[in-house]
């Protein structure tokens, strides 16, 4: 306890506890490429699958794709080049007919040069791996519409396969159904597309390819907002 002749005790000149400044977010983020402060180390990578089945562990991966997310100058975000591939259903699998139906893929059309899932996830791998070493990215995040889904059946393939060095975070996600929820109220993909302004169409929709071009230009869109709004400090 202090005396009369004791010192005031030194105050704090800040709540541990209040939040930070933009500033101070800005100036804790990862130094390097601006996607990298931008999401904390991470490069989003939009992903979509199409597959026969819901269980990742028993059912066939059928088709793959991921568009990386790059940033401009200005801070703003924008998709990259698409990579993607067909996949051979691997030993065992298991083709739900009502999933095949959906999708309207044929797993052994003889037309859709399928690889093995080890080959497909390489293609998918290796030019993330690429960009993460030149964006001073430490991992790439998965980005998706309801991400759980595809990345279960990512992380499915990678365990069958024996690849050692998946690129994507073994966990975390960003949605694109929560994100057009809280800004378009919209979280079906199809209408959230056409909430933010972008085209869309039905007869191409289910394709690993057209699924994930799209997310990805939702994915910016509403990124690019939240920065316009002032919500982003980098």
């Not at 997310?215 to 400090?233: D, M, Q, Y």
């Amino acid at each position: 306890m202090n005396t009369p002749t004791d010192p005031p005790s030194k105050l704090p000149t800040k709540n541990p506890d209040a939040p930070e400044s933009p500033e101070e977010l800005a100036a804790s983020a990862p130094t390097g490429g601006g996607i990298a402060r931008r999401f904390r180390g991470f490069l989003p990578v939009v992903v979509d699958v199409e597959t026969a089945g819901f269980n990742a562990d028993t059912d066939a991966l059928l088709e793959i794709a991921a568009v990386p997310i790059h940033m401009d100058e200005a801070g703003l975000v924008y998709p990259g080049k698409t990579v993607s591939a067909h996949v051979e259903p691997f030993p065992g699998a298991n083709l739900e007919a009502s999933a095949l139906a959906f999708t309207g893929i044929d797993p052994h059309h003889p037309l859709r040069i399928a690889e093995p899932e080890g080959k497909a996830l390489k293609k998918i791998f290796e030019p993330i791996r690429n960009i993460l070493k030149g964006s001073n990215c430490s991992r790439a995040i998965l980005v998706g519409h309801n991400p759980s889904f595809d990345l279960a059946f990512v992380k499915a393939a990678v365990e069958r396969t024996g690849i050692k060095r998946n690129p994507f975070h073994q966990f975390s996600t960003f949605d694109t159904a929560t994100l057009a929820g809280l800004v378009y109220g919209q979280t079906v993909l199809a209408r959230a597309i056409a909430a933010a302004g972008i085209e869309w169409n039905n007869n191409e929709a289910h394709s690993a390819v057209y699924d994930t071009e799209k997310t990805a230009e939702l994915f910016c869109v509403i990124v690019n907002r939240w920065k316009k709004l002032g919500g982003s400090p980098i």
